[in-house]
């Protein structure tokens, strides 16, 4: 089963930049496509970005042309580059198996964009 560990979140000033990382345990890692997720205070958790086993990507609206998912699968990693962050940008984010968050979710990384 896969674990999975979020780092990299903090606060930020509005048009700052962060870079979320996800580290995944388990040998199939590579095998996965992963996706990164976001709740908001009051909001139900919302997909931001997913990216296929070989690398192919997709954005919400709402983040598409500011953040970038990648990952490196001799690392199991995925990476979330944030870049012209806004205020709605705050939340928990999370990572998980896309289409289907099957694995168990992880504490996930606090961003806060405020001034």
């Known amino acids: 089963q896969v674990q999975l560990v979020e780092s990299g979140g903090g606060l930020v000033q509005p048009g700052g930049s962060l870079r979320l990382s996800c580290a995944a345990s388990?040998?199939?890692?590579?095998?996965?496509?992963m996706g990164w997720y976001r709740q908001a205070p009051g909001k139900e958790r919302e997909l931001v970005a997913c990216?296929?086993?070989?690398?192919?990507?997709n954005y919400g609206d709402h983040v598409k042309g500011r953040f970038t998912i990648s990952r490196d699968n001799a690392k199991n990693t995925v990476y979330l580059q944030m870049n012209s962050l806004k205020p709605e940008d705050t939340a928990v984010y999370y990572c998980?198996?896309?289409?289907?968050?099957?694995?168990?979710w992880g504490q996930g990384t606090q961003v806060i964009v405020s001034s």
């Open positions: 998980n198996l896309w289409p289907e968050a099957l694995a168990p």
């Open positions: 990216i296929g086993r070989y690398g192919a990507t």
């Open positions: 388990g040998s199939s890692f590579g095998f996965r496509a």
